[in-house]
């Protein structure tokens, strides 16, 4: 939302079809100049913010107007099945219309896109995607507005060229199904100009980069368009390419991506989730459409045989072969990277619970690990790479891009158990099902996603998937220290109390409420006792005469805390034991933009809440 500044101060929101020029202006150029006004009589500066007035020369601010913390529900639909994805070749039918049954598949949604409660549609000037929004929506009363660039890629094919204006109020005034909807459309009448979006005449003879380029650059702009939008709730009837472009999952026919975007701190738009919906049933169709749960996986399903892209010369036989291959072909331009620019690149589980062996204490579980130059803590996670090349990562990695939480999961079941490639997957999808997110959704720091969740129901899951010995009086948080393997990321564990984490935005060092203990080898390198053993450590250490015998590997060790001295019982030589009371952590958890500033609120809001339930 655009607006200027009164010469006796506050602001005023700028008229609508002014908002619309400068918010395109905005995404495509941000250093520009834009005529706005009635008859163009103000000039806006974008790189220095400033209205003139051609007329009297004086200046104003201006301004766009950004809410912290604001959301956006956002349903991506792509069109029923049309008469290019029934036939061979179906990308040299001239703006095809839909087919029965791809008819049938948009007036499925009829009765469940009015509990959406979106403020606008957006349409791509295709005619199945009219087609497909007018039947979807017919039971609402939010304007359609056709949007020339919500349309297909693949702009050198006769399928995704359109029609003529008058030509297409033809076809839309001879179906019964639009004309009916035909009031409610915004935006007809300026497919009769020639836009960089939309020049079907010109665009067969343009080289196939600069169709590249502008395709992607439509794209941009209609997520730009989306998201700034008055609406909170809005809905896009698109086409496969520009879906994908956007959310980065590949829709069948008729199939519905809802993703919730939310502002973070510097008014930057992130990309939460996103949940594909199927098509509803026959028998659905009076249902209401599943909200987004709060942690819930949806895990890949193999694709139908009868669904095909957009566009492209493929034949039947051809898209079975591509459903068993999980592959959706999409038009004969190259199929590109999702061009949502802040999508998350990593993820990460904090776990936090009351421990018992602690008082109750209201704790979070970290990991550490020798940095580049000292040893931190940190909780547990990665990049959304699907793990180690040689258990089979590279085959994941889009599957965890698609899905930040399994990637997520997947990083803390190798982390903290020591598991890895089928395993760590299979403990991971387990998580995702059962877990509980304090706020009910990931927490978003820059381009890196935190899940908070709850200890017990992953540790329920364990007790199932990884059965162990659980005592009566062990708290979830405790059980799970306990079954921690030293691997090659993490080699150690410590619990730290919420505010003294929360001290950790501006310092490095924090005291945990279970102390590290450890011993240092012969060559100097660190070696860590399991979390029960340094809490008894912890407890013997004022007790001079008190031993503790640990059995190693290969050896048994004699530790003595209070004289900080270990001995090999079978060789008869003593190492240095050392007790950390303070841990450092890792430089993306402090300071003022670190996470731990970001996870602040949503740790206070669990920390009081749960102050007087008992501990589990």
């Not at 036939?87 to 959406?116: F, M, Y």
């Not at 909807?181 to 196939?208: I, N």
């Not at 805390?561 to 007790?579: G, H, I, T, Y």
């Not at 003022?592 to 740790?603: E, H, K």
């Amino acid at each position: 939302m655009w607006e200027y500044e009164r010469e006796r101060g506050g602001w005023l929101p700028m008229r609508p079809e002014d908002n619309e020029v400068l918010e395109e202006a905005s995404a495509t150029d941000p250093h520009c100049k834009v005529n706005v006004g009635s008859n163009g009589q103000y000039v806006v500066d974008l790189a220095t913010f400033l209205q003139q007035s051609s007329k009297t020369g004086k200046s104003r601010k201006v301004r766009r107007h950004i809410v912290q913390g604001h959301e956006k529900v956002v349903y991506l639909m792509r069109h029923g099945q049309s008469e290019a994805n029934a036939t061979s070749g179906g990308s040299r039918i001239v703006d095809p219309a839909l087919t029965e049954k791809g008819r049938e598949q948009a007036r499925a949604w009829a009765q469940t896109t009015i509990n959406w409660g979106v403020g606008s549609v957006l349409v791509s000037p295709l005619f199945r995607t009219l087609e497909s929004a007018c039947l979807a929506f017919s039971h609402g009363t939010a304007p359609i507005q056709v949007t020339r660039c919500a349309r297909e890629h693949g702009w050198h094919e006769p399928s995704n060229q359109g029609s003529p204006l008058e030509q297409l109020k033809a076809r839309m005034r001879n179906s019964n199904e639009c004309s009916s909807a035909m009031p409610r459309l915004r935006g007809l009448h300026k497919l009769a100009e020639v836009d960089k979006y939309w020049d079907p005449k010109s665009e067969p003879d343009l080289p196939r980069n600069e169709l590249r380029r502008r395709q992607k650059s439509a794209s941009k702009y209609l997520l730009h368009k989306i998201l700034n939008g008055p609406s909170n709730n809005v809905a896009c009837v698109c086409h496969y390419n520009v879906a994908f472009s956007i959310c980065g999952i590949r829709l069948h026919n008729a199939e519905v991506a809802m993703c919730l975007f939310e502002n973070d701190a510097a008014g930057n738009w992130n990309l939460i989730r996103v949940d594909k919906l199927q098509v509803p049933e026959p028998s659905d169709v009076e249902s209401v459409a599943p909200a987004p749960s709060p942690v819930a996986a949806i895990l890949p399903s193999s694709l139908s045989t009868d669904v095909d892209s957009d566009s492209g010369n493929i034949d039947v036989d051809s898209l079975k072969a591509a459903a068993e291959q999980f592959i959706c072909s999409g038009s004969s331009s190259e199929e590109e990277l999702p061009l949502f620019g802040n999508r998350p690149r990593s993820a990460s589980v904090l776990v936090v619970g009351r421990s018992e062996r602690l008082n109750g204490s209201q704790v979070v579980l970290l990991g550490g690990g020798m940095g580049r130059d000292q040893y931190r803590f940190c909780d547990f996670g990665g990049g959304l790479d699907g793990g180690p090349r040689r258990y089979g990562g590279k085959q994941h990695a889009a599957q965890e891009r698609e899905k930040p939480e399994l990637g997520a999961f997947r990083e803390l079941a190798e982390e903290l158990l020591g598991l890895h490639g089928d395993a760590a997957r299979q403990v991971s999808a387990a998580w995702c099902q059962k877990a509980q997110l304090i706020g009910d959704r990931p927490v978003v720091h820059r381009r890196h996603l935190i899940f908070v969740c709850l200890a017990e129901p992953l540790a329920e899951v364990l007790e199932v998937s990884m059965p162990s010995v659980r005592g009566d009086k062990t708290s979830a948080i405790d059980h799970l220290a306990n079954l921690f393997k030293p691997n090659s990321e993490v080699n150690s564990i410590s619990l730290v109390s919420i505010p003294e984490l929360l001290s950790g935005a501006r310092k490095e060092l924090v005291a945990p409420a279970s102390p590290v203990w450890g011993w240092r080898g012969r060559d100097d390198r660190l070696h860590f006792y399991s979390f029960h053993q340094s809490i008894a450590l912890e407890h013997l250490q004022h007790i001079p005469s008190q031993m503790l015998l640990v059995q190693g590997r290969h050896r048994r060790y004699s530790v003595n805390p209070s004289k900080l001295e270990q001995k090999d019982l079978d060789r008869e030589c003593s190492m240095q034991v050392f007790r950390m009371g303070m841990i450092r952590l890792r430089h993306g958890l402090t300071g003022p933009r670190g996470s731990i500033a970001t996870l602040a609120n949503t740790l206070q809001t669990w920390a009081s809440q749960c102050r007087d339930q008992p501990v589990s």
